[in-house]
């Protein structure tokens, strides 16, 4: 178990102007993995600017599970760059970041237009092909001519076909 005081210490340095000091900061996190997750997704709606892109680049590296439903959350920052770390996030944790994206589709978050991008980019990104060939249902939905209203019901079958 990693000492909570120096990821304490990895986390404050996140925000600090010198790029290099934040880079070794994430890095030593991302060394960490799994203990220093909790840390970095109680830091994301906090953290703006460089320390918000560093903590999302250390959760997408990691790849940890447990950082799901946060890095789901992101989807639709206004951000293009924490956008994209976030699906390269979810892309990484696999099918135990499906479920989250899934819900997220099926209520009325659908509606984001990023959301959605971002979700396409994630499930058309998924390297389990047994798991993208399940998700076609709403790959296809994504790519509508209305996603906006075709999303939420092929989130809600897939959620229910894969049993969720």
């Known amino acids: 178990m990693a000492d909570t005081e120096f990821i304490t210490q990895q986390i404050q340095l996140l925000k600090d102007p010198d790029g ?15 203990s220093s997750v909790p840390y970095l997704v109680a830091k994301l709606d906090e953290y703006q600017g460089d320390a918000l892109w560093e903590s999302v680049k250390a959760l ?4 940890d599970a447990s950082s799901a439903g946060a890095l789901v959350k992101l989807l639709s920052h206004e951000v293009s760059d924490i956008r994209w770390l976030a699906s ?4 990484k944790i696999g099918k135990e970041g499906v479920k989250p ?11 984001s237009p990023l959301l959605r991008e971002e979700a ?4 058309t990104g998924l390297r389990d092909k047994q798991l993208k060939n399940s998700l076609s249902g709403v790959i296809k939905a994504l790519e509508s001519n209305s996603p906006r209203s075709d999303a939420p019901v ?4 897939a959620l229910v076909k894969l049993k969720f």
Request: overall charge positive; charged content about 30%; cysteine-free.
């Open 88 to 91: 390269l996030g979810l892309i």
């Open 60 to 63: 997408s590296r990691i790849g």
């Open 101 to 111: 994206l899934l819900r997220a589709l099926s209520l009325s978050d659908a509606r």
């Open 154 to 157: 092929a989130a809600e079958e």
């Open 20 to 34: 290099l000091k934040r880079q070794f900061a994430r890095l030593a996190l991302e060394d960490l993995g799994k």
């Open 120 to 123: 396409h980019h994630v499930l």
